[in-house]
């Protein structure tokens, strides 16, 4: 089992939907958890930073950390062509180095 | 332009060859990782460097190095090159080595052939 397991899609949404990306994880010592951004060509570009549980908002985006069922989330309200990219979820227990889910490719139809 | 920067951006190789990938992290920060990324296995951590001190180690191969220069660049370095090498390999940094998310470089695509 992969420490951290995420469904590498693809998805296909038209644009103005709600777009929910998930990632599950096995080490329940993960303490900080991000979302990354990757448009073809160039690198993961950070998108949200979550510490342990709960939710953060950001626009349109919204981050949730369920550390009691080893699951988070990130969702993408009003979704835009300009946000189809590959999702990679990220995690780490303290100082060490971060753990990454494979990405979730998303597509936003106009 | 994340402020981290990575030369060459394209490189294609021949088997049994050794490359050198140069990392220039963004200014300030002290804390430099390669990952490698291949379609099959994702985001793989390779090594880590913090002040020019090796920090933490991943699923690197033994023919593959790395070092941080005193000016806080980093070079990693692939010998006895195979097919299965190719990949993007992508240099991040941070400011510590702490709890900081991480700003990627734009990455190095080698191409064994």
């Known amino acids: 089992q992969k420490e951290v397991e995420q469904d590498p899609g693809p998805l296909s949404v038209p644009e103005g939907a709600i777009v929910s990306l998930n990632c599950t994880y096995s080490?329940?010592?993960?303490?900080?958890f991000m979302w990354y951004r990757q448009y073809s060509r160039k690198g993961p570009e950070l998108l949200m930073y979550?510490?342990?549980?709960g939710n953060k908002e950001d626009g349109r985006f919204t981050a949730q950390v369920d550390k009691s069922s080893k699951y988070i989330s990130l969702f993408i309200r009003d979704s835009q062509p300009s946000d189809s990219a590959t999702y990679l979820c990220?995690?780490?227990?303290?100082?060490?180095?971060?753990?990454f889910g494979a990405g979730t490719r998303l597509t936003v139809k106009p | 332009d994340s402020g981290v920067t990575q030369t060459p951006k394209h490189l294609i190789t021949a088997t049994g060859q050794r490359v050198t990938l140069r990392c220039s992290p963004r200014s300030g920060d002290l804390s430099v990782y390669w990952y490698q990324q291949s379609l099959d296995q994702g985001l793989q951590f390779l090594i880590q460097y913090y002040n020019g001190e090796e920090r933490a180690k991943g699923n690197i191969l033994e023919r593959f190095s790395a070092q941080q220069f005193p000016d806080l660049h980093s070079e990693l370095n692939l010998s006895s090159l195979e097919l299965g090498d190719s990949a993007l390999y992508f240099c991040?940094?941070?400011?510590?080595?702490?709890?900081?998310?991480?700003?990627f470089g734009s990455g190095t695509r080698l191409t064994v052939v």
């Open positions: 080490n329940s010592a993960f303490q900080y």
């Open positions: 990220a995690m780490r227990v303290g100082n060490n180095d971060m753990r």
């Open positions: 991040a940094s941070s400011p510590r080595t702490g709890t900081d998310g991480y700003t």
């Open positions: 979550t510490y342990s549980s």
